[in-house]
């Protein structure tokens, strides 16, 4: 008995019709149709009145012209309405959109996801191949190398801003190391980072350098260039706890109260015990650091090292050894103790660029490995939220409530 059977065959993937997708196609018409609107919106409110509306205005449209957007939607064309605005002397100047400036070609998303393919290592051609297809082509080598140049000029500007108006109350200073090439050859290269907090809680990143190490010397280069530049004494200070920082700090402000990261010195305790006894010395140190009280974290503090002068008495060196830098943060209001004992926010700026250079096993240059972690936060693909407790800065201190005596 014959079997029948019918067969539907499906066409090829990348052939003919194939290409189109319905999807993209009108995602493009709906950005285009958007960005219209935006900028129409903005040119009425300029002029007073919208298109074929009668009454005065303070100026007149002038038609429109078209102007192609690179965006990470893709290429669009966008028709931009033309307008002049009258002025005090009775002339007109030329209005211009504040949502598409002059002369920009694509969005700052796109201009940082050229920067971050081309300072990862790669090159102009590389990036035109890899972003080619994304784009449907408008990426080419001349795009690449105007981002690049583009880049280039505001990092070296970045580098020269002048820092008098940050209202800067908060250091937090740390280093992280990284791989790149150096006479052609690997070598690790220090990072070190400065983040400031304003007044108004939120942080800004004030320095990355590439230097050899986290040596005084290095460390003082750093500052010295942020305090010629304008930057005031801070009221507060959060180190990782490295001897050359912290004799770079103890030669420009003596004075200022300065906290030991409460993370770097748990890892520190731990390197001095066998691991079998890492468990119980964590249980033991997060509960004398995050007790709820000045007077608890005492209590508990002789309670640790009475414990551990017994049982292992590197680890009670090691806790003695921070001194009162280590709980510098409870002469703080106690809405700031969260913000004010660890180095966590540059922490998390060194994990979130690790993992963006994870496949890079060396990068290019050291000037780059520095441009590029400056660049992920001006780009906005980083972010930076307040401090916790920031409605009680400027810092305000209350006497020194541990007694390291005892």
Same mark, same amino acid.
Not at 93 to 99: K, L, T
């Given at each position: 008995?014959e ?5 539907t065959? &499906?066409?090829?993937?990348? /052939?003919?019709?194939a ?5 993209e196609a ?9 960005l ?7 040119a009425? /409110?300029a ?5 074929y509306?009668?009454?005065a ?17 893709g ?10 605005l009258?002025t005090a002397?009775?002339?007109s ?7 598409l ?11 940082a996801?050229? /920067?971050?393919a081309?300072?990862?290592?790669t ?7 890899a972003?080619?297809?994304l784009?449907k082509?408008?990426?080419g ?13 505001d ?6 801003? @002048? ?6 109350? =908060?250091?937090?200073?740390d280093?992280?190391?990284?791989r790149?090439?150096?006479d052609r050859?690997?070598a690790?290269i ?6 400031g ?10 320095a990355?350098?590439?230097m050899?190490?986290?040596?005084? /010397?290095?460390w ?14 801070? @009221?507060f200070?959060?180190i ?7 004799k770079?700090?103890?030669a420009?402000w ?10 770097h010195?748990?890892r ?10 890492h468990?119980?010395?964590s ?6 650091i995050y ?5 608890e ?7 640790f090292? =009475?414990?551990?002068r017994?049982?292992?008495p590197?680890?009670a060196t ?6 009162? =830098?280590l ?17 966590? &926010? ?8 690790? =993992?963006r250079?994870?496949t ?7 000037e780059t ?13 980083i ?5 916790d407790?920031w409605?009680?800065?400027?810092e305000t ?5 541990i007694?390291?005596?005892a």
């Open positions: 008995m079997q029948n059977s019918t067969t065959e &499906a066409a090829p993937l990348f /052939a003919g019709e290409w189109f997708d319905p999807i009108e995602l493009r018409e709906r950005v285009r149709q958007f219209e609107e935006m900028i129409e919106h903005e009425t /409110a002029l007073g009145r919208g298109r509306e009668r009454g205005a303070a100026g007149y449209r002038n038609g429109t012209r078209t102007r192609r957007l690179l965006g990470s939607f290429p669009v064309e966008i028709a931009v309405p033309r307008a002049r009258s002397d009775g002339t100047e030329e209005w211009q959109s504040a949502v400036p002059r002369y920009a070609r694509m969005t700052r998303q796109v201009e996801l050229i /920067a971050s081309y300072l990862s290592g090159n102009t051609r590389r990036v035109k191949r972003l080619g297809a784009f082509g408008a990426v080598k001349d795009v690449v190398s105007r981002v690049w140049r583009k880049l280039k000029t990092w070296e500007a970045w580098m020269r801003r @002048d820092l008098t108006g940050d209202d800067v109350v =908060r250091l937090i200073l280093g992280t190391v990284v790149a090439r150096l050859k690997a690790n220090s990072l070190l980072v400065v983040l907090v304003r007044r108004d809680g939120q942080k800004i990143l004030l990355v350098r590439n050899g190490g986290e040596s005084e /010397a290095a003082r280069g750093v500052l010295d260039d942020l305090i010629a530049r304008g930057l005031r004494t801070p @009221d200070l959060i990782d706890g490295a001897a050359g920082l912290e770079a700090l103890a420009l003596p004075e200022v109260p300065t906290q030991r990261c409460t993370v010195k748990h520190n305790l731990l390197a001095h015990a066998p691991e079998a006894l468990e119980e010395i249980a033991d140190y997060t509960d004398m007790a709820r009280s000045a007077k974290i005492e209590t508990r503090r002789r309670a090292l =009475r414990k551990w017994l049982r292992c590197a680890v090691s806790l003695e050894e921070a001194g009162e =830098r709980f510098t943060f409870v002469r703080l209001p106690e809405g700031q103790w969260k913000s004010a004992r660890t180095t966590n &926010a540059i922490e998390r700026l060194h994990e979130e660029f690790k =993992r250079i994870k890079q096993t060396v990068l290019p240059s050291a490995a520095a441009m590029l972690f400056w660049a992920l936060l001006a780009s906005g693909q972010n930076m939220r307040k401090v407790g409605q009680t800065l400027p201190f209350i006497p020194q409530c007694d390291l005596a």
